[in-house]
T-cell receptor, first 116, second 115 residues
Framework: AQSVAQPEDQVNVAEGNPLTVKCTYS??????LFWYVQYPNRGLQFLLK??????LVKGSYGFEAEFNKSQTSFHLKKPSALVSDSALYFC??????????????FGKGTKLSVIP | SAVISQKPSRDICQRGTSLTIQCQVD?????MFWYRQQPGQSLTLIAT?????????ESGFVIDKFPISRPNLTFSTLTVSNMSPEDSSIYLC????????????FGPGTRLTVL
């Protein structure tokens, strides 16, 4: 079975500072990795994905994520945080092999608070 | 990517009643999914809505409690039957682009409160 771990329930960062939201995964086969953001009372919005190719993936709103196969990690990063980045962030994984192919498995989410 | 709308956006219901949530996509999608997000929790997949056939349910979810319809490639409904307070949750519809098997997009969710 595939799984995702987001070890931090909450991350606090000062506006203008770099931010990192951590994610590790477990799958059989090659992983497809995603980050989504959820603002209060809204659905999930897609930020970025890793399918294959360069390990550094750039996405929406200045976010990027680095795929590290040896550490089975896919941490979300942004060089300079904005107050408007405050939201709930979900990491997700799917895989082409095994039962449940193409189904997304989500982490529990990390609440990001950017302090002015 | 496609845009998904859901109706209702929120509802407050009495115990023992049923609520049907509608999900409309503005383009055809190969796969549609229904998720539940309980307060402060992550997303849990309820079922995959299959066009023209019975939905595929995940462990812990059954058709009698969560009947699903998908009459075409742009529309699906989820019914929460015989509701109890434990069903209070956000219900999210999701779809996957026909041309892209990996990226899913989500509706705004339906916030359900059962009294």
């Amino acid at each position: 079975a595939q799984s995702v771990a987001q070890p931090e329930d909450q991350v606090n960062v000062a506006e203008g500072n770099p931010l990192t939201v951590k994610c590790t995964y477990s799958v059989s086969g090659n992983p497809y990795l995603f980050w989504y953001v959820q603002y209060p009372n809204r659905g999930l919005q897609f930020l970025l994905k890793y399918i294959t190719g360069d390990n550094l993936v750039k996405g929406s709103y200045g976010f990027e994520a680095e795929f590290n196969k040896s550490q089975t990690s896919f941490h979300l990063k942004k060089p300079s945080a904005l107050v408007s980045d405050s939201a709930l962030y979900f990491c997700a994984v799917s895989s082409l092999s095994g039962a449940g192919s193409y189904q997304l498995t989500f982490g529990k989410g990390t609440k990001l608070s950017v302090i002015p | 990517s496609a845009v998904i709308s859901q109706k209702p956006s929120r509802d407050i219901c009495q115990r023992g009643t049923s609520l049907t949530i509608q999900c409309q996509v503005d383009s055809q999608v190969t796969m549609m999914f229904w998720y539940r997000q309980q307060p402060g929790q992550s997303l849990t997949l309820i079922a995959t809505a299959n066009q023209g056939s019975e939905a595929t349910y995940e462990s812990g979810f059954v058709i009698d409690k969560f009947p699903i319809s998908r009459p075409n490639l742009t529309f699906s409904t989820l019914t929460v039957s015989n509701m109890s307070p434990e069903d209070s949750s956000i219900y999210l519809c999701s779809g996957r682009d026909r041309g892209n098997y990996n990226e899913q997009f989500f509706g705004p969710g339906t916030r359900l409160t059962v009294l």
